[in-house]
């Protein structure tokens, strides 16, 4: 712990890519290293020294795709942050922590509903609060939404920071549908950033069938390793032929497919959110968790005949988090094969490739080495 430092240190996105409409010409993004001021810390406040923030989707989406923050460039992106408090609530003071991606207000009718991972007044580092992100030495946040990090055992601290998106999300969807002891599961994108502890999750919770899809043969193969039961390559695929699959292997194997299936969406692809509207039936529910700007077409009246659901996920609520940090220092939860260093001077390039790749086969985590 180095103590407060005059400035903080931080690769800014100064300008993300965009394309003029009208001309077409495309406009590059631009990722800076600068220095930010260190604010004044508010009552309840503390600064944490950032021990490693790991590389969203929602950044590259940011970054790449256009798609708004509320606050405006230049600003810091990064939301999948573990770190060290070094200043600000004295009872802090030293702690290792977890920042959770989104942080409720927790005055508002929405919070006291309990659903306070959908506040409106929520701050979210890399967006909503200020200037300020993971991609950086130090952050400042509220106390109160801090997730203490007691005894990590094998685990570095950095490894860590990937709980706060890309575990705690799937908790999140897995409360949002109910999912119990004995369900029948399928994860679309089974085997990206988020999908492959989606898979894990909902085998932690008890799923008694978990199937999964994506891609990636290969990527397929490992995903049974960690809590699928069966797997499904879209690749080449139309739905109707992933359908029959999905049939195929449910017949072969004694299990129920006509109806009750809970369906996550992780991809946020067309085509991911396509199959999971054609494999929900009756009884069923698709929760959405993955993010994506296309449109898909869908008669609404199939949920009313299937007396299905369709739901939305965000992020997580803080109160989850020591759940899901248990659950990943237990074991139930893998972390290790999944997950990747790298220093934060690399972050250029660490957009592109995430980018240019689409579903990486780590999570990689960028560590502060200004």
């Given amino acids: 712990m180095a103590g407060v430092p005059d400035k903080i240190k931080t690769w800014q996105m100064v300008q993300p890519w965009s394309k003029d409409r009208e001309t077409g010409k495309v406009t590059e993004g631009k990722l800076a290293k600068t220095e930010i001021p260190v604010p004044e810390l508010k009552p309840g406040e503390v600064l944490v020294e950032v021990a490693g923030c790991g590389v969203c989707h929602t950044d590259l989406s940011y970054f790449f795709d256009g798609v708004p923050t509320v606050s405006k460039p230049p600003l810091t992106l990064g939301h999948e942050i573990s770190g060290v408090v070094v200043a600000g609530e004295k009872a802090w003071m030293g702690k290792e922590v977890i920042i959770p991606a989104v942080m409720p207000c927790r005055q508002c009718p929405i919070c006291k509903e309990g659903r306070g991972n959908r506040c409106l007044a929520q701050k979210m580092p890399g967006n909503s609060l200020g200037i300020y992100g993971g991609n950086s030495t130090h952050i400042p946040v509220p106390a109160i939404d801090l997730c203490e990090v ?32 004995g369900d029948r599961v399928i994860v679309i994108g089974a085997t990206g950033g988020v999908g492959v502890h989606m898979v894990q999750t909902a085998k932690a919770l008890g799923a008694k069938t978990v199937i999964g899809i994506a891609r990636n043969p290969e990527k397929l193969k490992r995903s049974l390793e960690f809590g699928a039961d069966f797997t499904i390559s879209s690749l080449n695929k139309e739905s109707k032929d992933i359908r029959n699959e999905f049939r195929a292997i449910c017949k072969e194997n004694g299990i129920e497919a006509g109806y009750g299936w809970k369906i996550f969406e992780v991809s946020g692809t067309k085509a991911g959110q396509d199959l999971a509207l054609d494999l929900l039936s009756f009884t069923g529910k698709l929760i959405v968790v993955g993010f994506g700007m296309a449109k898909s077409e869908y008669s609404i009246s199939r949920l009313m005949a299937f007396d299905a659901e369709i739901i939305g996920t965000w992020g997580c609520l803080p109160e989850y988090y020591p759940i899901v940090l248990d659950m990943v220092l237990k074991g139930k939860i893998k972390l290790e094969p999944f997950v990747e260093l790298r220093p934060m001077s690399t972050i250029a390039a660490v957009y592109d490739e995430v980018h240019k790749a689409g579903s990486p086969a780590k999570r990689i985590v960028l560590t502060p080495d200004f």
């Fill in 150 to 181: 007691k005894d990590r055992g094998k685990f570095s601290l950095a490894q860590l920071a990937v709980i706060a998106d890309a575990v705690t999300t799937p908790y999140q969807a897995s409360m949002r549908a109910g999912l119990k002891s």
